[in-house]
């Protein structure tokens, strides 16, 4: 083993001033450490010269004839450039090469060889190497180049390894805070659903007039005070839904339902609602369905959703129609579809209108109303039940939802278990 402290202190004068005028290609300029491996003496004491007429460099040199002597220095202490020759006995230089890797070795290596074999040099810088070059091509103006690089990419090269553990650090933290948020929020809307439960109960009793007669202004002002205590309500159980999806923990219980039925019931439930706001609610049944293997709870959740949505979006004269008949494109399925006459979405927002929080602001109250959530939860409900929930709008005349569920003999497509998180 041979270890040089300085090539600058050993290059003469006139070294220097042949080289300078030899060799146009500028050199960096710096302190670095080098380790060659080659089992040729009189090729390390080539390299050795020539690195000694490349005043620039402030090089510590550290040669061996082993491959594995090369393993025990590169772990006894630091080195920038690694430069290996291909043959070396028992192992060739892109075996060293890749075990040199697999040791966490972080600087670039180079790969030397008497043939200059295209292969070779292909190989070589698949299995990692900085750079390959025939040592019939050695000069001091192609080392200088050759080990520029390969200090310039193994600088890169550390660079984006320190990038990728901070963004691995940061992906973790923000999992972290994810998750904590994710139990907050939990744990949030069950403990304020509780007291909310017992306040609308409360409020149900003045208004059957239980603890007293009221007067039409007390009666006005407790209306608005349940109304609160639903919407609210409402906004809670969307959070606590999400919190299950992210954590796999939504399910569904698939049974045997007539969905004419369950839609009748939920339109039923927004006839006052759309008599108030001078909407009509038109339904659309064909005749004979067969029954859908669905969980009832949460196919009516979707409707009432796509119920409100609609009344929300559609002007006093309007109408919401409900349809459900054979799907046309998908056997053994029934389709249900939501429409209306409302305003419509615009194009650039029918793209992100099922993904978590996204709203459509518009500048009305109906737009700042809710959370976001509840297209986004339909979507995954409806996935459960192995179907898909799309729209079609056009401004100015209104929007359509639709969704297919498989009829009783045939199981939803995903597990029922639940789901995790998209996006």
């Known amino acids: 083993m041979t ?13 220097r001033g042949a080289e300078a005028s030899a060799d146009q290609v500028p050199a960096s300029t710096g302190t670095f450490s080098l380790l060659a491996i ?10 050795r010269r020539l690195i000694r007429k490349i005043p620039e460099w402030n090089v510590e040199i550290t040669t061996c004839t082993e491959a594995m002597e090369g393993l025990t220095l590169l772990e006894q202490r630091p080195v920038d450039v690694v430069l290996v020759d291909y043959r070396l006995g028992a192992i060739n230089g892109i075996q060293l090469l890749e075990v040199i890797r697999r040791t966490g070795f ?3 290596i180079v ?9 070779l040099a292909a190989e070589a810088m698949r299995a990692g190497a900085a750079d390959y070059v025939p040592k019939a091509d050695l000069s001091v103006a192609n080392l200088r180049k050759t080990i520029d690089h390969a200090l310039e990419r ?9 990038h990728r553990k901070r963004l691995e650090c940061a992906n973790q933290d923000l999992q972290q805070k994810n998750h904590e948020i994710r139990s907050f929020y939990h744990t949030l809307s069950h403990e304020l659903k509780t007291p909310l439960t017992a306040a609308r109960e409360f409020v149900s009793i003045l208004l059957d007039g239980l603890a007293g007669e009221l007067s039409p202004t007390q009666v006005e002002y407790l209306r608005y005070v349940k109304e609160g205590c639903d919407q609210m309500t409402t906004c809670l159980n969307d959070i606590l839904d999400v919190t ?3 954590t796999g923990r939504l399910s569904i219980a698939p049974s045997a339902q007539a969905v004419p039925a369950l839609v009748q019931r939920v339109a039923a439930g927004f006839v006052n609602r759309a008599k108030a706001a001078g909407v009509e609610i038109e339904q659309r049944i064909a005749a004979d369905l067969p029954d859908a293997a669905i969980d009832p709870h949460r196919i009516a959740q979707v409707v009432s959703n796509l119920f409100d949505n609609s009344l929300k979006f559609t002007a006093s004269g ?10 046309p494109g998908t056997p053994n399925a029934i389709r249900v579809s939501v429409s209306d006459t409302g305003k419509g979405i615009a194009p650039e927002h029918l793209a ?4 978590r929080l996204y709203q459509v602001r518009d500048g009305t109250e109906q737009s700042r109303m809710g959370l976001g959530l509840g297209l986004f939860i339909c979507r995954e409900i409806v996935r459960l039940h192995g179907g898909e929930l799309s729209v079609t709008s056009e401004v100015g005349k209104g929007t359509t939802f639709t969704f297919d569920l498989p009829v009783a003999s045939v199981l939803p497509t995903p597990p029922s278990e639940g789901i995790h998180s998209h996006g």
């Open 3 to 15: 270890v040089i402290p300085s090539s600058a202190t050993l290059a003469s004068g006139s070294d």
């Open 38 to 47: 080659d089992d040729n003496p009189s090729d390390l004491e080539i390299l």
């Open 106 to 108: 972080q600087g670039s």
């Open 111 to 119: 790969v030397l060889t008497g043939q200059g074999d295209e292969r």
């Open 154 to 162: 193994g600088r890169l090269q550390l660079a984006l390894t320190e």
């Open 244 to 246: 299950r999806m992210e």
């Open 318 to 327: 309007g109408k919401v129609v409900v349809d459900v008949a054979p799907s």
């Open 352 to 355: 992100n209108v099922f993904e």
